[in-house]
């Protein structure tokens, strides 16, 4: 089963949620804001796609955070500050048997539909 997860109001999470209905494909949500995000999920995302992956530096709650939490960010440490920052994290992830995936940029939405659609029928 395919989870994404994300943040209900965010455009780019909508617009992925979207498309993947339209392509019929099967998903459940999971909204950082109401379910929060677990160290240990935040710690596998960063174990398998690295810490630059799965961090949204562009993001207000980046630019929010102090320049020692900014210069300090490690895979040893990020784990927790995601779990405890979940709009930190790059959206959306998507979380398949065998995978995951982060992101769903524009010129990129029809590639990662296809994809998604392969893995999880």
């Known amino acids: ?3 994404v997860y994300g943040i209900k109001n965010c455009d780019t999470v909508q617009r992925a949620l979207k498309a ?3 392509a019929g494909i099967a998903f ?7 379910a929060g ?12 796609l690295g810490v630059d ?7 207000t709650t980046w630019r929010k955070l102090d320049d ?3 210069d300090g960010l490690s895979a040893a440490n ?12 790059k959206r959306p992830v998507f979380a398949y048997p065998g995978g995951l ?16 659609a392969a893995v999880v029928s």
């Open 37 to 48: 995000l677990s160290r240990e999920t935040a710690q596998g995302w960063i174990a398998a």
């Open 20 to 22: 993947l209905d339209a």
């Open 101 to 116: 995936a982060v992101g769903f940029a524009k010129a990129d939405e029809a590639a990662v539909v296809a994809r998604l």
């Open 78 to 89: 990020a784990a927790a500050l995601l779990a405890r920052e979940p709009s930190l994290v």
């Open 28 to 34: 459940q949500f999971h909204d950082f804001k109401s």
């Open 53 to 59: 992956v799965v961090v949204n530096r562009k993001g």
């Open 68 to 70: 020692k939490t900014r």
């Open 1 to 3: 089963m395919l989870t």
